[in-house]
């Protein structure tokens, strides 16, 4: 706290005290930097191969969009149809063992599929993994500089 200085004909005045802001920032800020970055360098041919082989895993983790809405279309179908109609010379009871048999093999498809988004999807990791995978006969260098600041 600062000091109260009186004079007699006046009020009491603070004394003039100055702060340095930038002194006490600097003092008490912690500055972390993560700015590491890896160049990959490699040819058009290497990307391709690992993108041909990497895809189809990494289209896996969508692929359960389809069966889901084909499954929940039939299951929604089944629980708002009274199928106590002929159509198409087709008789209501087999309608409905149609459709019942149809939910049911969508219910399987469904699962599948999101088995195999789930454990059998690739990841951005696996794309990355597999661009920069080395050969035998590849040397990997690292090149290592400084930066000014």
Excluded: C, Y
């Amino acid at each position: 706290m600062s000091e109260i200085q009186q004079t007699p004909s006046s009020r009491p005045q603070p004394l003039a005290h100055t702060i340095d802001i930038s002194a006490h920032i600097s003092r008490s800020l912690t500055v972390s930097t993560n700015l590491d970055q890896d160049v990959i360098i490699t040819t058009k041919d290497k990307i391709a191969n690992a993108l041909h082989e990497v895809l189809p895993k990494f289209r896996r983790r969508v692929s359960w969009v389809a069966p889901v809405g084909v499954t929940a279309s039939l299951w929604i179908a089944l629980a708002s149809t009274d199928f106590n109609q002929k159509l198409l010379g087709i008789p209501a009871d087999t309608w409905k063992g149609a459709f019942l048999l149809a939910a049911v093999l969508g219910s399987i498809w469904v699962l599948v599929a999101v088995g195999r988004a789930v454990f059998g999807g690739a990841s951005h990791a696996h794309v990355l993994s597999s661009i920069t995978a080395t050969h035998s006969n590849a040397t990997v260098q690292t090149i290592q500089g400084h930066v000014d600041t």
